[in-house]
């Protein structure tokens, strides 16, 4: 008898048919792969196991009984945990403190904290989870806070265990430890539900794959059946084109952005870019590779007049911007597409044609003095949405109505159609389907072809490896690595990413605290 | 002229100035970790000094108009509660609505209930606890004189509010509530994903920061002041919020707070008295405590950190 | 959960949203007299009577007209300032206190150039009222601006210390000579005229509905502030950035506005439209400045701009309603022996229910995103 089993699971938003009939099961002790791409599906229908969503039809069976599951609270009492993208942990408090909320030992309303340790430390023993139960939260690196979520599920006694999109914040070594824990999990008796978009990892990790396309599962396998090609087939549902051939070769006709000897610092005070040097041609795009969090955002922040540097240079065109605000590096010819879109790249609540001026507002020729000019406003609005087929029916729609892929349409009209002389891109497809994906990726390299210099920052080395004239390999702060086009591929960046290059003996003494969990 | 200020009632005075704020800074606190921002405490102070008061006309109890107090103070608070945390709105508007509401309502219950508008007849008071005897003369007197007018001076909820806020600074850093209230104000989803209720939770928080607004409206009519007096919590309840954010969330720290603004109170009352002495203006001296509460929020904002979710409506699901 | 999907564009035609618009605050307003009336019979009055008294004291004769107008003229400006404020996501909670700021500034203008001409005095005094509400907004401004200082706390804080400023002046040094603590009386040139003293008594007497009684030249004032600060949002670079940080203030920063600048500049339009009410209730009703002279203008102007829904004309039809409940206040206390203080009571209430209402429709549109956003 399955563990968990779903049955015809459907979810409808209006508009959209979310998961349509999902059915699948999961054994004791097995680990199954929910493979899809963005938007496909997976999180919805691990939501509604959860108890967040409530289905429309079908029905969840745990342990052959149906269950109606309404909350994350029965959830957890039938044995089901989930480990969310974003982390269900409170910050200021103690690993402790995390794992024991909502269930604390203890008599008349007092916490018994002795007994309550004791108990972290039993379980990070007995499944090799190792952490400090007094640190707090904040002070932890993210591959550890995740070790925290997952010991707060064994805490609350789950059987079955879902993991969402566990890795795409860890680095490739704490992916190796996570897929070690996930089997000493199964050891145990539990079952894991694991759900990625990336390829290699349900090759490397699933006994079973569950492929969903469009809200449907379409298509069950096992690693031993398939290869990366014949489930990328059926994750999209066509042939991916994995190589745009660019028509030109890069040619450095002049330096648009020169950044030297950079430092900037973190939110919390601490060196978040080490001390960078580089430079970028018109022309031509320079990825920026690397593990989240090794500075790549304070990186682009400093760049674009969102963050002030504590030493070194930044030259645009020979225009020293170092200490520039957002304003003067606008008009300096800088172009920003954000990482976060939602919260920097649009205003929501306006329309399309305020949104497509935001950053020109107050330059020629859609102001005049201190007032606006709203009849070259939406003629320009008009263009742009024709020309970057913003799927809209005006330009007086609010640009929260849009669905993800025209909000970042929207972004990429608006500051690749200011025609600029650098495009920083942070991030520019995540969270988009593939469709999408591949019209922001010909808008960066049309921005290449017609001479401009373009920045990418990004954390998917397919989109690097498929863009980039050059990348720069990110590691702690600094860049540990320049390579060519040529030079790049999947397993040399996955080297340089992780530390692999420097100096032997720092690496190995790094590795102590940062990794092995001792801490 | 210094030792006409410098007086053992000067520090007594500030004991007793500093209690309704403290009591209202406490619950705001209470609140506030547990993400509900409420700038209705001054609505509430002023709801529980009016029905304290109609209690004691009523029944002549002064212990029966403290509940009457509490209990309205958390029933005043209930409509918070229900516009920010269920209905989801704007927290600060429904405060403010709160303080309007109350202002308009104790002053249409006055005119309904007692004829006229302004302040109502005196009430019998709370008198306090110990009454001692001075000794006589000689330094060891002085002292003793100092000692007893500071310490053994004071009114019941004088005291009351300093076991309120050791109370609830040990509760909220042992206890299943006070964890749960701490995670409330940071990260409500985690809360709700464990199985705990998070509106709930806020909703006791609510209640009970209402009590205490109600408590301190208590203390100011029914110990200290005799009778109600339309709009008297005169930016108390602002003035605590800046208290409990001077205070950096904890309820010690609100008291401490407190005591600065309560000494400010008994330092400007006292300088008015002795006006013949010093011929500055009253209205300057009546400037103080809200001059402070401004070079306070100043001082300190940058360096406090209010809970991350505090303000922000939790949706389910 | 960040994933999105293609998903048909919601489209509301543009009558719908206008009658959204305009229906939701009138519903909002009628539930608060609904619930008012409900306390007014509940506490044993004649709600009937209660409400034909209010409108007779304020619409039942060109006199309670011109009542009605008195009482709206400094609640249109309070409104203005309340709403300009609250589109770039600040909550001057503290308009009483520039209130206060702008009527003293035009007092001591007034007095101190008693010698001018009525077309330089005037717009001199509305001026400087402006500015002091203003300069009365600065530093709560700053603070929020450099270190985040909650403007809900200063600004209220600064309103009371405004207060015993302005109480501390008019009995020490600008008090005229009397018993009253209260300063001179303007000179002629330095008072806004009331409207039926423009005409002539023969007009008068043909026109009866000019005779707005004691209803003057700060509404022209008042409408006219209305006109500009709705065109300065819609059709100005300061109104556009204005309303950018009020709605994203990470991607207006990340767009090149400054939001502390923006902070600081929308505090001060606020205070200097707070102010200016100020100026018109010394220039046009009590025509000196003492303790009292008003009556809770600055916080009923919250009212005002949240039923108004921030928008700066809609801000006129408010300030109108609420006007019009100040205005029969007085009779429905003398008529129908309703104490006056319902009317503080209603407009809570109409706080509560634009709130609540605001929820019902921010219900519907999440539940259209939710589609959207919960496709993953």
Known sequence: MPVLELREVTKAFPGVLANDRVSFVLEKGEIVALLGENGAGKSTVMNVVYGLLSPDGGEVLMDGRPARIKSPRQAIDLGIGMVHQHFMLVEPLTVTENIVLGREPGRFGVIDFATARRRVEELSLRYGLKVDPDARIVDLPVGMQQRVEILKALYQGVRVLILDEPTAVLTPQEVRELFSVIRSLVDEGLSVVFITHKLEEVMAVADRIIVMRAGRVVGETTPEKTDDVGLARMMVGRDVVLRIEKTTKPTCRDTVLHVEGLRVPSDRGLEAVAGVTFSVCGGEIVAVAGVSGNGQTELVESIVGLRRPSAGTILLKGVDITRADARTSIEAGLSHIPEDRHRRGLILQFDLAENLVLGDHRVAPYAKGPLMRPGKVSAMAVTRIADYDIRTPSAGVIAGNLSGGNQQKLVVAREIGRNPELLVAAQPTRGLDVGAIEFVHRQILAARESGKAVLLVSLELEEVLLLADRVLVMYEGRIVKELSSGEADAETLGYYMTGGGGEKLNAQERQAPAHGGDA | ?317 | MNEKREQPVLVQRRWMVAAQKIGAPLISASLAVVVGSLIIWASGYDPRAAFIALFEGSFGSPKAIGDTLLKATPLILTGLAVAYGFRAGLFNIGAEGQLFLGGLAATWLGLSLAGLPWFLLIPLMLLASMLAGAAWAFVPAILKARIGAHEVITTMMFTYIGRYLVSYLVIGPLKAPGQIPQTAELPDAGQLSRIQALFSEATLASFEFLKLGRGHLGIVVAVLAAVLVWFVLKYTTLGYENRAVGFNPWASQTAGISVQWTTVKALCISGGLAGLAGSTEVMGVHHRLFDQFSSGFGFTGIAVALLAKNHPIGVIPAALLFGALAAGAGRMQFQADVPQKIVLIIQALVIFFVAAEEIVLWFIRRRQKEAVSHAG
């Not at chain 2, 309120?164 to 509530?177: D, L, P």
């Open chain 2, 1 to 317: 002229m210094l030792g006409d200020i410098i007086t053992p009632d000067l520090f007594a005075s500030a004991l007793r100035m500093a209690t309704p704020l403290a009591l209202a800074a406490i619950g705001g606190t209470i609140c506030e970790r547990a993400g509900v921002v409420n700038i209705a405490l001054e609505g509430i102070m002023l709801t529980g000094a009016f029905f304290g008061t109609a209690m004691v006309l009523l029944t002549g109890s002064p212990w029966l108009g403290v509940i009457a107090a509490v209990a309205s103070g958390a029933g005043i608070s209930a409509v918070h509660a229900f516009a920010s945390i269920n209905l989801r709105s704007n927290q600060v508007i429904s405060g403010t609505a709160i303080n309007l509401l109350a202002l308009g309502l104790t002053g249409f219950l006055m005119e309904l209930w007692y004829g006229h508008p302004g302040t109502t007849d005196p009430i019998k008071v709370l008198r306090p606890i110990f009454n001692f005897e001075s000794p006589g003369g000689g330094a060891i007197a002085e002292a003793w004189r100092w000692f007893d007018s500071i310490v053994f001076s004071h009114t019941p909820i004088v005291y009351l509010t300093i076991l309120i806020a050791i109370v609830a600074q040990v509760a909220i850093h042992r206890t299943k509530w006070g964890l749960r209230l701490r995670a409330l104000g940071e990260h409500p989803r985690a809360v709700d994903t464990v199985g705990v209720s998070v509106y709930r939770g806020r909703w006791v928080a609510v209640l009970m920061s209402g009590a205490l607004a109600g408590l301190a409206g208590a203390n100011l009519t029914i110990e200290q002041v005799g009778s109600f007096t339309e709009n008297m919590t005169n930016g108390r309840g602002f003035i605590a919020l800046a208290a409990n954010i001077f205070g950096r969330w904890t309820p010690v720290g609100s008291y401490l707070a407190s005591l600065l603004f309560g000494f400010a109170d008994a330092l400007q009352i006292k300088l008015q008295i002795l006006r013949g002495v010093v011929s500055i203006p009253p209205q300057l001296f009546l400037m103080l405590p809200y001059l402070l509460t401004v070079i306070v929020l100043a001082g300190v904002i940058g360096r406090a950190v209010a809970p991350a979710a505090v303000g922000e409506p939790y949706e389910k699901g």
